[in-house]
T-cell receptor
Framework: NAGVTQTPKFRVLKTGQSMTLLCAQDMNHEYMYWYRQDPGMGLRLIHYSVGEGTTAKGEVPDGYNVSRLKKQNFLLGLESAAPSQTSVYFC??????????FGPGTRLTVT | EDQVTQSPEALRLQEGESSSLNCSYTVSGLRGLFWYRQDPGKGPEFLFTLYSAGEEKEKERLKATLTKKESFLHITAPKPEDSATYLCAVPHSGGGADGLTFGKGTHLIIQP
């Protein structure tokens, strides 16, 4: 099992550009999450999904959109990137218990 | 509002020098407390789940304990490979919300 995978690993965007981050899990988990991690701020929840076709807002959703068209995939989109979105993005998933399993992260820089 | 506070922010130990990391929490209706290890440039790696006061879990040189207000991660005779940031987290307690509330972590350095 690969667990949770994320693509790309690194990306540099210019302000105003758009991009999509892909998360995939092979554990048949219903729940999937997107977090961002910033120095001094810890991990913060952006959006999450409780099953295929569902999405919901987390703590810091502004400027991001998500989609869960297939159970194993959870996409995070930035429509118009801003320097404040420079961060490390982590995807996670869980089954019926509350512990979450994380991917390796995507380091995004917006200039 | 859920709160998770970890201390100290950073800890430097000599190899073999045992110590403890603290995680204090404020949450309505605890549904578990989780410990993760995070290495530089990597995602958090799940270590333990604790569900009720008095519960203990062990893995190699690590032991996690839980009271009604805090959790401790005890590190016994650490080795340099135990160097990492240790995170604790609790599930959101807000109605309908999901996800974990994380502390800011303890950056642990074990010197040979």
């Amino acid at each position: 099992n690969a667990g949770v995978t994320q693509t790309p690993k690194f990306r540099v965007l210019k302000t105003g550009q758009s991009m999509t981050l892909l998360c995939a899990q092979d554990m048949n988990h219903e729940y999937m999450y997107w977090y961002r991690q910033d120095p001094g701020m810890g991990l913060r929840l952006i959006h999450y999904s409780v099953g295929e076709g569902t999405t919901a807002k987390g703590e810091v959703p502004d400027g991001y959109n998500v989609s869960r068209l297939k159970k194993q995939n959870f996409l995070l989109g930035l429509e118009s990137a801003a320097p404040s979105q420079t961060s490390v993005y982590f995807c996670a998933s869980r089954g019926n218990t509350y512990e979450q399993y994380f991917g390796p992260g995507t380091r995004l820089t917006v200039t | 509002e859920d709160q998770v506070t970890q201390s100290p922010e950073a800890l430097r130990l000599q190899e073999g020098e045992s110590s403890s990391l603290n995680c204090s929490y404020t949450v309505s209706g605890l549904r578990g407390l989780f410990w993760y290890r995070q290495d530089p440039g990597k995602g958090p790696e799940f270590l333990f789940t604790l569900y009720s006061a008095g519960e203990e879990k062990e893995k190699e040189r690590l032991k996690a304990t839980l009271t009604k207000k805090e959790s401790f991660l005890h590190i016994t005779a650490p080795k340099p490979e135990d160097s990492a940031t240790y995170l604790c987290a609790v599930p959101h307690s807000g109605g309908g919300a999901d996800g974990l509330t994380f502390g800011k972590g303890t950056h642990l350095i074990i010197q040979p």
